[in-house]
T-cell receptor, first 117, second 116 residues
Framework: AQSVAQPEDQVNVAEGNPLTVKCTYS??????LFWYVQYPNRGLQFLLK??????LVKGSYGFEAEFNKSQTSFHLKKPSALVSDSALYFC???????????????FGKGTKLSVIP | GAVVSQHPSRVICKSGTSVKIECRSL??????MFWYRQFPKQSLMLMAT?????????EQGVEKDKFLINHASLTLSTLTVTSAHPEDSSFYIC????????????FGPGTRLTVT
């Protein structure tokens, strides 16, 4: 079974400072990894994904994430946080599996990011 | 990217009534759609996988007769909450896995259901 852990319920960072939102995963095969952002009472918006290739993935709104296979991590980062980045962030994993149910994503519990002006 | 719409965005209904939520894929044909529910301050929990032209696949613990899913076309899936109860109050989100875009899921804006 696959699982995703986001160890921090909340992350607070000052505007302009770098931010990191942590994510670790557990899968039996090769993972596809995703980050999504959710604003209040809204659906999820895609930020970035790791499929294969470079371990550093760049996504929307200046976010990036680094895939670390040995540590089974996929932390989300941004060099300089904006107040508008304040939202709920979800990490998700999908196994590279062509069988039934291969589209299923397993989500972490989410991390609330608050950027303080 | 794909645009996914949900209707209604908010609904309030009385206990015992049924509510239908629509999920439409506006840019892609979607053989597969997913239905999630999200409780306050919690993650998304997959309820079922909706497959066009066939029966939905429900996750363990999800009542098939209570949460009816119909995926009648490549652009529309519906979730009907039958005989709703206050504990069914939640945020329901659908996602689309477009054909030939198997790695991507695109999410709808969600439907807030409140059962009084």
């Amino acid at each position: 079974a696959q699982s995703v852990a986001q160890p921090e319920d909340q992350v607070n960072v000052a505007e302009g400072n770098p931010l990191t939102v942590k994510c670790t995963y557990s899968v039996s095969g090769n993972p596809y990894l995703f980050w999504y952002v959710q604003y209040p009472n809204r659906g999820l918006q895609f930020l970035l994904k790791y499929i294969t290739g470079d371990n550093l993935v760049k996504g929307s709104y200046g976010f990036e994430a680094e895939f670390n296979k040995s540590q089974t991590s996929f932390h989300l980062k941004k060099p300089s946080a904006l107040v508008s980045d304040s939202a709920l962030y979800f990490c998700a994993v999908r196994v590279h599996d062509s069988g039934a149910g291969s589209y299923q994503l397993t989500f972490g519990k989410g991390t609330k990011l608050s950027v303080i002006p | 990217g794909a645009v996914v719409s949900q209707h209604p965005s908010r609904v309030i209904c009385k206990s015992g009534t049924s509510v239908k939520i629509e999920c439409r894929s506006l840019d892609f044909q979607a053989t597969t759609m997913f239905w999630y529910r999200q409780f306050p301050k919690q993650s998304l929990m997959l309820m079922a996988t909706s497959n066009e032209g066939s029966k939905a696949t429900y996750e363990q613990g999800v009542e098939k007769d209570k949460f009816l899913i119909n995926h009648a076309s490549l652009t529309l899936s519906t979730l009907t909450v039958t005989s709703a109860h206050p504990e069914d109050s939640s945020f329901y989100i659908c996602s689309v896995a477009p054909r030939d875009r198997g790695l991507e899921q695109y999410f709808g804006p969600g439907t807030r259901l409140t059962v009084t």
